[in-house]
């Protein structure tokens, strides 16, 4: 857990590699949610959000964002919970890329890949084959 | 054997950039066209890529990082995004035109027409791309590339006078038929050739799939050291040859076969073949440099899992990237295109997109913060900075040196 790190969100945080369990990539920093300390001075880094939609926001296309996440929301088999939305405690580490203590598939950009494997690559012959 | 058996992803990412299909009649082309006119272009090249390549390496072996998520942690999502539909365009029309290389270069041993191998062809190229682990893909066609030094060979033995052939290369002179205009043309294409983005996609994702960190900071340079003057040098023979054999006869380049006619001239059939294995292989790598490159980017920009180093099913959406990618590469070379014209808009065009691929490695490789102590130094920095300024000059010219002249026509 790193408490109270100070860091330049605009270059060390964003747009960097998410790590999850077993080293797997899992996505990128696409947007930060910030809050004000309560004297007004201070922004304080609450969340990641990464995964359908936040890009796009980012970019300025913020109607189509919007339309990702939801389309995202409704198709997530979780339903519960949003999953591009990374509370920003269970970072675990920040260097050149960025930890997380959760399961690849717990983020936003899993549910993509999810489909995309479970419908297109299993079917080929050899898609689990280990590379060596 | 061991040592140099690691240093074959230098050798596969140098002969598919310098040497694929574009590159192979570029080479030979400009030979029978301008002589050795244009090859100090080729050295140019060859410090250039080194440069950048060296650096690209080092920042995948100290920070894990390879080059496309460099492009968007240093350039933003903005320009991030523009580079990646630049560079997916550059890399599509190149695989495209390597799927036809390949076939053409079968095609000449098994004598029928080259778009009947196409499909062929791209069956092979997938089942490497989804079976063979990465180090016996770059061992199996790095080497199989180094076929290609029949040119070398050949023009040994065809013993030219050496004192001749250095003051032609020192001297340039531009022919009476040609202009100032063709010759910057093809300058900028042998440029584009040597520095292709691809080639720092490919070595630096190359280098994370096979796990480098700090130790193998010698491997990279002895990789890129090797690799590369090797790449230029096959690059120079090819010209060399040419010039020596086909521009005297006046006949010019414009495909594939005629690229090994000089060797089958000078050294007869068993240097044929080998020039021929040499060019099926330098075609194999260079297509699997670009649809493999053409998933990492996309994968490191968006932050998926990509990589040959897990299986097929953990890295589903980076495997459909190169399937599509090879399925609308049959189709574009079905259709009857001439791939060597494919290629050689792909080289220029990728002249024009070199900066923004080169920029962010730069600035990376002395950020302390990704490197620790192993930034840059100042001489590194001093060269570095004088070639992405070349770069830029050259990427605002290449445009209008290509409707000036008619691409080269």
């Known amino acids: 857990m790193t ?25 990128c920093i696409d947007d930060l949610e910030l809050i004000a300390s309560d004297d007004g001075d201070q922004l304080h880094v609450t969340a990641i959000l990464s995964g359908p939609g936040a890009l796009a926001y980012r970019l300025g296309r913020r109607r189509f964002g919007r339309w990702l996440r939801r389309v995202h929301a409704c198709a997530s088999p979780t339903g519960d919970r949003d999953s591009t939305r990374i509370p920003f405690n ?17 983020t936003g950009s899993a549910s993509a890949e999810r489909w995309t494997r479970d419908h297109v690559i299993s079917h080929i012959p050899g898609s689990g084959h280990a590379p060596e | 054997m061991k040592k140099m058996l690691q240093i074959t992803l230098g050798i596969l990412t140098a002969i598919g950039g310098f040497v694929d299909i574009g590159d192979l009649v570029a080479n030979a082309a400009v030979g029978a066209r301008f002589r050795l006119g244009l090859a100090w272009v080729v050295l140019v090249g060859v410090v250039g890529i080194i440069v950048y390549a060296e650096m690209a390496g080092r920042v995948a072996a100290i920070s894990g990082r390879p080059v496309f998520s460099l492009v968007r942690e240093r350039l933003g999502p903005g320009f991030g995004l523009a580079n990646l539909v630049a560079s997916l365009f550059i890399n599509f029309l190149t695989l495209s035109a390597e799927i036809a290389g390949v076939a053409i270069a079968l095609a000449m041993v098994a004598s029928v027409h080259y778009i009947l191998l196409v499909p062929f062809t791209a069956v092979l190229i997938w089942i490497v791309v989804w079976r063979l682990p ?74 994370v799939e096979e796990r480098w960190t700090r130790k193998d900071l010698a491997l990279n340079r002895a990789n890129v050291y090797v690799g590369f003057p090797l790449g230029g040098a096959l690059s120079l023979s090819i010209m060399a040859i040419a010039s020596l054999v086909l521009a005297p006869m006046h006949i010019g ?63 589903a959406r980076f495997h459909v990237v190169v399937i599509v990618m090879v399925l609308l590469g049959v189709l574009v070379i079905m259709t009857g295109v001439d791939p060597v014209k494919v290629t050689e808009y792909s080289i220029v065009l ?35 900075t004088l070639y992405l300024g070349l770069i830029v000059i050259i990427a605002l010219a290449t445009i209008p040196l290509m409707i000036i002249t008619k691409a080269g026509a």
Not at chain 1, 3 to 23: N, P, S
Not at chain 1, 96 to 103: A, E, R, Y
Not at chain 2, 173 to 194: C, H, P, R, V
Not at chain 2, 283 to 291: D, P
């Open chain 1, 3 to 27: 408490e109270g790190r100070r860091v330049w969100a605009g270059l060390q945080l964003l747009d960097r590699q998410l790590i999850a369990h077993e080293e797997r990539l899992a996505g």
């Open chain 1, 90 to 106: 269970v970072v675990t580490d920040i260097g050149s890329d960025v930890k997380l203590g959760l399961d690849a598939e717990e």
């Open chain 2, 134 to 207: 990465f180090e016996r893909m770059e061992q199996v066609f790095g080497l199989g590339g180094l076929a290609l030094l029949a040119f070398m060979f050949a023009l040994v033995q065809f013993g030219p006078d050496w004192g001749n052939v250095i003051h032609q290369a020192t001297h340039p002179s531009i022919a009476k038929e040609e202009n100032i205009f063709t010759y910057a043309y093809f300058g900028i294409a042998l440029f584009g050739a040597a520095m292709t983005p691809y080639e720092v996609f490919f070595f630096s994702s190359g280098a």
């Open chain 2, 253 to 315: 380049v414009d495909t594939l076969p005629q690229v090994a006619l000089p060797v089958a001239v000078v050294s007869g059939k068993i240097a044929l073949a080998c020039a021929i294995l040499g060019i099926f292989a330098a075609t194999f790598g260079a297509a699997l440099e670009t649809g493999l490159s053409a998933g990492y980017c996309l994968g490191q920009y968006f932050g998926w899992q990509w990589g040959k180093y897990v299986r097929p099913r953990e890295a």
């Open chain 2, 350 to 384: 990728s002249a024009a997109a070199l900066p923004l691929t080169y920029f962010p490695i730069l600035v990376v490789s002395n950020d302390p913060d990704y490197m620790g102590d192993k930034t840059n130094g100042p001489v590194l920095n001093f060269i570095a």
